[in-house]
């Protein structure tokens, strides 16, 4: 039943994600905003920051990536062959994937007040430790919720139905908002006299996680009638196909796992800087991965079942050219996003948190990490469409292999770094900006290995092609950028929002005039293709 899609089908598929990443990205900044204002750059926000990362992993590495790109390509394989074969596939890797989501989070909240203070947060108080501890134990609920929500959105996006999964991105941060504007009230007055308001408040997010989860999920289900789901309880791993998925996911939990030690290096290092740090790191973070979702995440997205069917039909021509247009197309998007985080990025922080208890500092802090975030932009680009690549030929091998040298990179990077960039007694230019760099750098390294590992299996990916409109992109990014500096120039001392607004239309103009001379293909495709879709 699985087919591939035409290129212009997988740009339509993927412009419905890209709204729904879009959506999502909205809702993601202001759930940041929302928090930054409540909270600020400080202890109390660093801490619930540090205990999202080990339910994070957990969902992540059982029950989220790891998962959903193992299983993507098995049950492709089985809807060509048997529908009912297929169904009692995904019924049995979900009832196992809960089960084991489930023991695993029980294990690590029993296990959480050794294992938090030494990993997360070494170098803070007793009372952030503790903190910190407990905000992970509530949020590890999250876990078995998305164990669940997770698969589904596998299963819809390999019967290529998009809108649904891609709605769950922003009902999870619709939960997060109101946990911080109405149930973080409600825990500051309920614990008042046992807790500052800031401590009590963390606790009004984690809840907010858990209902976040629980809309994640829910708004999956209408789409299992529409695609024939015959899901039930099914707790047999010997079911035929589930040991494929096994096989493809333990090297892909592998690759997954060196991604969250990062992370988690990232937090034990910056737990030793500056308060405020983790949440300048953070935010800096999201503003990146919100770019990140809508240029190469969505295509990703609406890219992968198509390849895996066409790997599961052994058309490597019709894989090759899927791949190369989705390679020139995230690269098109991702150098005019870089420039544009690097040239606009403290005003327009300025301008979406600068309230509440978030100050001018906390902007100038963000704004400092993001622009060495930005600089990685391509390379995350490049590793979200060029890994599914090999996941679609059922090979997670590779990228495990180059994600562990990244890994490795990446923590010596870090060590050096820290002790050459920023200031360690500042938090507006603060040594966390060289972890930024280093992941940036070590992102860049592994996409490209990717592709040149890539082309050795299945041959070239049309190059010249590829690399041509990149080079182009390139060229009209770098006079993008100049024009946004002569706004930035001569709109000093002018309101953050009008820098903001003049340069984004500037540099939006200069890059399309640019990229049109050029005559690079997708300053006509993608427009047009926006423009279709909004008439819609």
């Not at 789901?229 to 010997?238: H, I, N, S």
Request: with cysteine; hydrophobic share 60%; net charge neutral.
């Amino acid at each position: 039943m699985s087919t591939a899609l035409s290129n212009r089908q997988i740009l339509r598929a993927a412009m419905v994600v890209v709204l729904g990443f879009l959506a999502s990205g909205v809702l993601g900044l202001v759930r940041t905003a929302v928090f930054s204002g409540i909270f600020g750059a400080g202890d109390a926000l660093d801490a619930f920051y540090a205990a999202q990362r080990i339910p994070e992993m957990l969902f992540v590495l059982v029950a989220g990536g790891a998962l959903g790109s193992s299983f993507i390509p098995v049950f492709a394989r089985f809807s060509v062959d048997d529908e009912a074969d297929a169904w009692r596939l995904a019924s049995a890797v979900m009832t196992c994937a809960v089960l084991l989501a489930t023991l695993l989070a029980l294990i690590l909240a029993l296990l959480a007040p050794i294992i938090v203070p030494a990993l997360l947060v070494p170098g803070r108080s007793p009372e952030l430790q503790a903190l910190t501890t407990s905000l992970t134990q509530w949020m590890l609920a999250t876990v078995i919720i998305f164990s669940v929500s997770g698969l589904l959105m596998g299963i819809l996006n390999a019967r290529q139905l998009f809108v649904l999964p891609a709605l769950a991105l922003s009902m999870n941060n619709l939960g997060q908002i109101f946990g911080a504007l109405f149930l973080t009230p409600v825990f500051v007055n309920a614990l008042a006299d046992t807790m500052s308001p800031d401590t009590a408040g963390t606790y009004g997010l984690a809840v907010g996680a858990i209902l976040g989860a629980v809309l994640h999920l829910a708004i999956q289900l209408p789409g299992l009638p529409r695609i024939g789901a015959k899901l039930r309880f099914l707790p047999d791993p010997r079911v035929p196909g589930v040991r494929d998925v096994l096989v493809l996911m333990l090297p892909r939990v592998l690759g997954l796992a060196v991604v969250q030690i990062n992370f988690l290096v990232n937090v034990n290092l910056a737990s030793g800087m500056v308060s405020g740090s983790q949440t300048a790191l953070t935010t800096a973070w999201v503003l990146m991965f919100f770019a990140l979702g809508v240029i190469a995440q969505s295509m990703g997205t609406a890219l992968f079942p198509s390849l895996s069917a066409l790997a599961a039909q052994k058309d490597i021509d019709g894989f090759k050219d899927r791949l190369a247009n989705a390679l020139r197309g995230v690269l098109f998007l991702a150098f005019p996003a870089t420039v544009g985080m690097i040239m606009l990025g403290q005003p327009a922080i300025s301008v979406l948190f600068e309230r509440g208890e978030w100050t001018a500092e906390s902007t100038a802090a963000t704004a400092w990490a993001l622009s060495f975030f930005a600089l990685g932009i391509a390379g995350h680009a490049l590793l979200e469409v060029l890994s599914r690549a090999f996941y679609a030929l059922e090979d997670t091998k590779t990228p495990v292999l180059i994600g562990v040298a990244s890994m490795v990179a990446n923590i010596v990077l870090s060590l050096i770094f820290i002790r050459f960039i920023g200031d360690p007694d500042s938090l507006s230019r603060g040594p966390f900006a060289g972890l930024a760099l280093s992941n940036s750098l070590t992102t860049l390294l592994e996409g490209i290995a990717l592709w040149l590992l890539l082309r050795r299996r299945i041959g070239t990916i049309q190059d010249q092609f590829v690399l041509n409109g990149a080079t182009k992109t390139l060229i009209a990014a770098a006079g993008m950028g100049i024009g946004v500096w002569l706004v930035a120039q001569a709109l000093a001392g002018q309101s953050a929002l009008i820098v903001v607004i003049v340069g984004a239309g500037v540099g939006l103009v200069a890059f399309f005039a640019l990229a049109f001379a050029l005559g690079i293909e997708e300053a006509r495709t993608v427009p047009m293709m926006v423009l279709r879709r909004v008439r819609r």
